[in-house]
């Protein structure tokens, strides 16, 4: 299902924290508190929905490589 891997990264000067993100995540691999964002690596499944769901577009994606 999933094409390329990829790493979530967040612009901290944009997101303010809403957990949107981590609510629409399907295997938790954001999580949001009240003072950080975290991505877990080991968690995500590619889906993209996260950077979709972000209202103030926050989210970007940045390719792996070398990594299967
Ligand atoms: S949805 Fe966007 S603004 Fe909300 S916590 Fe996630 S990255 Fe931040
Ligand atoms: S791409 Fe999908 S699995 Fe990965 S962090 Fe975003 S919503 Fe979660």
Redesign the pocket.
Known sequence: MAGKK?R?VVNDDKCYLCGG?AG???????EVGASKWR??QE?????????T?CPVGA?T?VPLEGEE
Request: proline share 4%; hydrophobic share 60%; charged share 5%.
């Open positions: 990829f979530v993100c629409v995540c399907p295997t938790l691999a954001i991505f877990i968690k995500c499944i590619f889906c993209n929905i996260c950077v769901a989210l994606t």
